[in-house]
């Protein structure tokens, strides 16, 4: 190391290099497919998983706002929605099978396609080698099939939708028997042959970037790099592929018993069944099996949704407010007490399937101990923002949205989570408010948080703050205003589910109430359509990264050239001296990670 | 990319590895969980346990002497004996080619004395967690044809240990994974 250049004591240091890079790395002959398509680099499949993500947020968004309008408008007719969607909305109104398609479509594309594969597929792939100062994962080649297993997967699961008895849509768990049985309804025939197909697929690609991330935090890290100077970005994607490797295997497992159970004619999920006053011959089987290895995974998968969401505001909420973060180890000591109780709560899902009250108690009480590292994490990260310098940046805004959809969304957790209060509540609006603000909503706003916070080191060019703005706000507020009625709704007993809630006696004073959700959520989609509006355009005419590092931020992604090429780091990767939150201290603005400890700064 | 690795990082274990490490685990866990199915439905009324077929004992010393060889295989290349290490890779190939066949043979039987998939739920969780076991014994054997083909290519000469160690890690766990399903079924039938 002896050309050591030391970046990082001031942020506008001049841009080293740009075009002499092209030179030294000539010999590797790219051409456009080894560039853009197959490509090992592992920035470049993060945007293929960031962009193939966003087309799926489209496509879920779009299927729950056609949706909503047959919940806020059940009486209307839509003719543009039979131009768009055919025999599904005969006569303009959405057909029941349709309504149930598209509910169990908009899951299982959110929650699997876009808040896992684009969320830590788009974010670990980016930033694990940047911040731990490695050139490339650990396997650059399973990194690529990671992405196009993922890509496979949604094609397959696009396909569905065009087949003529429909995509799957018996809700996205799939519990048989409504998953097992061809008759039991159109979505069940091949639909969901192909959604069983592509979820295992989709299963491969998240083992495949799972091994990869474990073994590039693990064996790649740059010299000086410890564990405990890692940023909290690392730790977060380290706990997740912890729990996708853990946990997808035995969602695996259940899938292939599932299978065998359609196609095979063993009863591993069913017994005593009657369809049309029929009775099958399968006897033996329980449908709550599937439910157990379902969610065994199904847990985890919340967290392996929300940790990423974590981690990056972590960063952003401390870079932000030129403040260290506070509590570095309690934070990590949290991420892995939630880490460890993901695998132990999967019952709370189960609480009214017949599930031994006793059994129950345990699980009521460690899903509420989930609430202690939660609460330490909000804790941290409010006395993070604390009397802090803070720049009201899109990317910040975002992430303290995200703190405050997880506050509230928590909050509603611990009533779900006492058994005896989920008799009432199971299977209502209240859940359904609960979730999507914690896990979907709060998850979404810290992808948003860092889209924003790492574009320019993405694309070399920044996103357009004005509409970023309103982005946030209407975004914001919107989520609010979505969600927070429901849980009225749920508490007054309303079902999820259902297709039509007027011919209830106890849920009719709830239309207009309906009425009003859609119209937010319609708002809200369209707001969505803007920003990605703002991601193309940026792209190529988005405002240009001149400094290396605009936000002043210590770690080593913005020690990087400002488009870094595969390897990222010309010449030597740099030697890490400290954490990666120096900021404020001894009267330097931000102190980063490869500048060298010195002899008269105090201790941190 | 010549210089993935600083020199640092080469005295630690290889990637590769590590990241087969991670994957037996992952595997694990699928296991974890076909078998804590098993469990759960064999404390259910009505299940009738599986006579594991005799075959099953043979196939177990197969996959045990296999381990051995490999072991060999991998001492062989560490020594440069290469003709040995040909020998014995292939030994270990055709021994879990022998596996898998006797696995098989021990499905006909099972299937011909009237457990299958409709008539017995304990038979059908059998079928399928063996059966996924032996196909994670062929991928091995796949690996294994690999670092034959590599063994017997007179063009390039190949003397890296990594690929011969991973691949004997990947060996033994399958072995070690079918000794546990093995005492699984003789024990919770």
């Known amino acids: 190391m002896s050309n050591e250049t030391s970046h990082g004591h001031s942020s506008t240091v001049s841009v080293p290099h740009e075009t002499h890079h092209e030179v030294h790395h000539g010999h590797h002959h790219e051409t456009f497919l080894t560039k853009y398509v197959f490509s090992q ?61 598209l509910v169990t479509m908009h899951g299982t594309v959110l929650v699997f396609f876009v808040l896992t594969a684009g969320l830590s597929g788009t974010f670990s792939n980016f930033l694990i080698p940047l911040q731990v100062g490695a050139r490339d994962m650990a396997s650059p080649f399973m990194n690529m099939l990671s992405y196009w297993f993922f890509f496979v997967a949604s094609i397959v699961m696009l396909s569905s939708l ?133 969610w065994f995974l199904g847990h985890p998968e919340v967290y392996i949704i929300l ?14 407010s030129r403040k260290p973060i506070f509590g570095y180890m309690a934070m990590i000591g949290s991420l892995f007490a939630i880490t460890i109780l993901a695998f132990l709560v999967w019952a709370h899902h189960m609480f009214v399937t017949g599930l031994n009250p006793f059994l129950g108690a345990f699980f009521v009480l460690l899903t509420l101990l989930i609430a202690v590292p939660s609460a330490i994490k909000v804790f941290n990260w409010l006395t993070t923002i604390w009397r802090g310098n803070i720049r009201f940046t899109p990317a910040m805004l975002f992430a303290l949205g995200f703190v405050s959809l997880f506050i ?12 005896a209060l989920d008799i009432h509540l199971h299977d209502t609006y209240f859940v359904i408010a609960h979730f999507h603000i914690v896990m979907g909503v709060a998850s979404m706003f810290g992808m948003f948080a860092g889209i924003y916070h790492w574009y320019p080191k993405m ?133 980063a990670q490869t500048v060298p400890v010195s002899a008269d700064e105090s201790k941190h | 990319m010549e210089k993935v690795m600083s020199s640092e990082q080469q005295q630690k274990m290889h990637p590769h590895k590590f990241t087969l490490w991670v994957a037996i685990g992952s595997i694990t866990m699928m296991f974890a969980g076909f078998t804590s199915a098993y469990i759960v439905k064999s404390n259910q009324a009505g299940w009738e346990p599986v006579q594991m077929p005799k075959i099953f004992f043979l196939s177990t010393v197969i996959i045990l002497v296999s381990s ?103 060996w033994h766990f399958v072995d070690l994974l079918w000794i546990y399903l093995f005492v699984f079924f003789m024990l919770v039938s």
């Open chain 1, 41 to 101: 680099d592992h920035k470049t499949i993060a945007k293929q998983f960031l962009i193939t993500g966003m087309f799926w947020a489209l496509v879920g968004g779009l299927f729950s706002v056609i949706f909503r309008l047959q919940l806020g408008f059940p009486d209307a007719k839509f003719p543009w929605m039979e131009t768009l969607l055919g025999e599904w909305a005969k006569g303009g109104q959405l057909q029941a099978e349709a309504y149930y398609a």
């Open chain 1, 162 to 294: 065009f087949v003529q008895t429909g995509p799957f849509s018996g809700g996205w768990t799939a519990y048989p028997p409504l998953s097992a049985l061809g008759e039991a309804s159109p979505g069940s025939k091949v639909g969901m042959d192909l959604w069983l197909v592509s979820m295992a697929l989709f299963v491969v690609s998240s083992l495949l970037g799972g091994l990869n991330y474990i073994a590039t935090i693990l064996n790649m890290r740059t010299k000086g790099m410890s564990m405990t100077r890692l940023p909290l970005t690392i730790w977060a994607f380290f706990f997740t592929a912890v729990l996708g490797v853990l946990s997808f295997p035995v969602l695996f497992s259940g899938f292939i018993l599932l299978i065998f159970d359609r196609h095979f004619g063993t009863s591993f999920y069913l017994s005593d069944i009657f369809i049309n006053g029929q009775a099958l011959p399968n006897e033996g089987g329980s449908a709550i099996l599937y439910q157990h290895l379902f």
């Open chain 1, 307 to 320: 940790l990423p969401a974590m981690g990056m505001a972590s960063e952003i909420l401390s870079v932000n």
């Open chain 1, 408 to 419: 509230s969304g928590g909050l509603t957790g611990i009533f779900l989570g006492n058994s």
């Open chain 1, 459 to 591: 694309y070399g060019r920044y996103l357009n703050n004005t509409l970023g703005y309103i982005h946030f706000w209407v975004t914001m507020v919107g989520a609010y205003l979505i969600f927070w009625p429901m849980h009225y709704e749920g508490l007054a007993g309303m079902p999820r589910r259902y297709y039509k809630y007027d011919i209830w006696e106890s849920f009719k004073h709830f239309g207009e109430l309906n009425k009003f959700i859609s119209i937010v959520a319609i708002i809200v989609f369209l707001v969505q359509i803007l920003f990605i509006f703002n991601f193309f355009y940026s792209i190529w005419k988005g405002r240009k990264v001149t400094t290396l590092n605009p936000w002043g931020a210590n770690t080593l992604e913005w020690t990087t050239p400002v488009n870094p090429g595969h390897g990222n780091w010309i010449g030597e990767i740099p030697e890490v001296h400290r954490w990666a939150y120096d900021y404020g201290k001894d009267g330097h603005d931000h102190i």
């Open chain 2, 68 to 170: 051995a060889t490999v072991y060999l295989a991998q001492k062989a290349m560490a020594a440069r004996e290469m003709a040995k290490y040909r020998l014995l890779i292939t030994i270990t190939a055709l021994l879990g080619l022998g596996f898998v066949a006797t696995q098989f043979i021990g499905f006909s039987e099972l299937w011909a004395s009237k457990i299958t998939f409709s008539e017995s739920v304990a038979g059908s969780f059998f079928y399928i967690i063996t059966g996924v076991h032996a196909l994670h014994v062929l991928g091995g054997v796949i690996a294994l044809v690999v670092l034959f083909l590599r063994a017997y290519n007179t063009k390039t000469k190949f003397y890296g240990s990594t690929p011969v160690e991973t691949t004997g890690l990947y």
